[in-house]
């Protein structure tokens, strides 16, 4: 069985609640990755950050990315899945929240992130499209 661990870009690394949009940018952009986990204090997922977040949700509001805190960018609820999870929970979790990355998670402990590619090059066809079309924006 493929598992979550097998998919994932290991060594994810948070944006903190405290810290602002324009780190989440900048983190974003030294790690070459287009969304960040947004920790808390406690080292808990609050949610995920994307560039398009900090676009659409800051600079399009002429709100100021260098004080504009990372932590009012979090969903309603942190969408998350475990190292351990079956490639088949990975989809599910994707299709039913509407996501297409998934910070990983073994036990509390972040440890990678996936993005939709990953599971499109990790399932088949007829998944991946099934994906694809149930997470395609009209």
């Known amino acids: 069985m493929t598992a979550a661990r097998d998919i994932m870009h290991v060594g994810a690394e948070c944006v ?4 602002s949009a324009a780190d989440a940018g900048r983190i974003m952009a030294e790690k070459k990755v287009g969304a960040l986990p947004i920790c808390g204090p406690d080292d808990k997922i609050k949610g995920v950050v994307t560039d398009r977040d900090v676009v659409v949700k800051v600079v399009a ?3 100021d990315p260098s004080t504009f805190p ?4 979090n969903q309603a609820e942190a969408v998350t899945i475990g190292a351990d999870d079956s490639i ?3 989809l599910s979790t994707m299709i039913h929240h509407q996501v297409r990355r998934l910070p990983v998670i073994d036990g509390r402990a972040l440890v990678g992130m996936i993005a939709l590619a990953d599971v499109v090059r ?3 066809a007829e998944q991946a499209g099934k994906l694809t079309e149930a997470l395609s924006i009209d």
């Open 122 to 124: 990790n399932v088949p």
């Open 61 to 63: 509001q002429g709100r």
């Open 88 to 90: 088949e929970e990975v």
């Open 70 to 73: 990372a932590g009012d960018l």
């Open 16 to 19: 903190r609640t405290d810290q």
